[in-house]
């Protein structure tokens, strides 16, 4: 079975860390971009953070830039997405989601295939 399976999140107070994991069963991330998201019930779904398949071309969402960072290790076959200085605007369902390809063009133009069933970050004191 093809799935993707986000680890990582939880309850954390305002200005936390968390890391959260992105791996994948039944077939490999290596070669294609990643992308991170995140939703609240009842809101548009935001894309957080994007990375290619070499780490070359990284992209973030305003609202994260400098809290955010987005990293893969292909020797494990896993992307991260490391959060700092968290914000209760942070909660969310976090989702990664593979892409079609490796990310070739500009980052708003990847397409995703493959998505997680989410991992739930809550900031809260």
């Known amino acids: 079975q093809l799935q993707l399976v986000e680890s990582g999140g939880g309850l954390v107070q305002p200005g936390g860390s968390l890391r959260l994991s992105c791996a994948a069963s039944g077939f490999t991330l290596n070669n294609h971009a990643i992308g991170w998201f995140r939703q609240v019930p009842g809101m548009e779904r935001e894309g957080v953070a994007s990375?290619?398949?070499?780490?070359?071309?990284?992209n973030y969402a305003d609202s994260v830039k400098g809290r955010f960072t987005i990293s893969r290790d292909n020797a494990k076959d896993t992307v991260y997405l490391q959060m700092n200085s968290l914000k209760p605007e942070d909660t969310a369902t976090y989702y990664c989601a593979r892409g079609l390809n490796s990310g070739l063009g500009p980052p708003e133009s990847w397409v995703y295939m493959y998505w997680g069933q989410g991992t739930q970050v809550t900031v809260s004191s």
């Open positions: 990375i290619s398949s070499t780490s070359i071309s990284i």
